[in-house]
């Protein structure tokens, strides 16, 4: 699987060997308190459709992923708050995640797609369904737009359940760092939860400072 994905150089700067999932603010708890029920609970629940499929039952709910470059965390952190948890692209792409694709409104491939679901509706077992959730159409719908391909989206089909040895970092506020760390350590000495041994990094940080933590 390394071989599949092993063509990010480590001086390239405009990509990432990492994928990020922020976590965003809900009806029931802040950032904060929803990173937590996530790092306690050790899976991230997939509960809205994507894609092509997204008004189908038979097309499944997804993760959502950003494969942002490590100097641009400060851009999705702006627009969804500094919480987050990273992973390698190796581990989604073993289970069955990857990036998405885009078929731009009304191009051949897009009309395509549009036609293999429509002819799948009714049939849940029919292949389409595993790919209609990779599928963006970016374009014009009436008065609003759909555009969204900075943010470089990968996408896992079902909830993704990890253990605590499977983030390659998290990312919390700076100042946050040494209280999340005893937080983790207490948890794992009282058996409440699992311990987080990751780096951690600030969505804030520069690019030198990341890899200076980041390094083995």
């Known amino acids: 699987m390394k071989k599949l994905i092993g063509s990010t ?5 405009d990509m990432s060997p990492f994928v990020v999932h922020f976590t965003k603010k809900s009806a029931t708890g802040s950032e904060y308190a929803n990173s937590i029920s996530i790092l306690a609970s050790r899976c991230l629940q997939a509960k809205n459709r ?3 499929g997204k008004n189908h039952t038979e097309s499944p709910p997804c993760v959502c992923f950003s494969e942002v470059p490590l100097h641009q965390l400060k851009r999705f952190a702006d627009a969804r708050g500094p919480y987050g948890i990273v992973f390698r692209k190796e581990f989604i792409v073993a289970r069955d995640g990857g990036p998405i694709l885009y078929a731009y409104q009304d191009t051949p491939h897009a009309k395509a797609t549009r036609m293999l679901i429509e002819g799948a509706v009714g049939k849940p077992n029919d292949p389409i369904w595993k790919i209609a ?6 374009g014009h719908y009436g008065s609003s ?3 969204y391909e900075w943010e470089r989206e990968w996408r896992h089909p079902g909830n993704l359940v990890f253990n605590e040895a499977d983030p390659a970092f998290l990312i919390i506020p700076e100042d946050l760092h040494e209280a999340a760390r005893d937080f983790f350590d207490n948890a794992e000495r009282e058996q409440l939860g699992p311990n987080y041994k990751c780096p951690f ?4 940080w520069g690019l030198e400072k990341i890899k200076g933590i980041l390094k083995p």
């Open 145 to 147: 737009s759909y555009f």
């Open 50 to 52: 994507f894609g092509m």
């Open 201 to 204: 990094i600030a969505p804030y």
């Open 9 to 13: 150089h480590p001086n390239w700067e």
């Open 133 to 138: 959730p990779f599928v963006d159409q970016p």
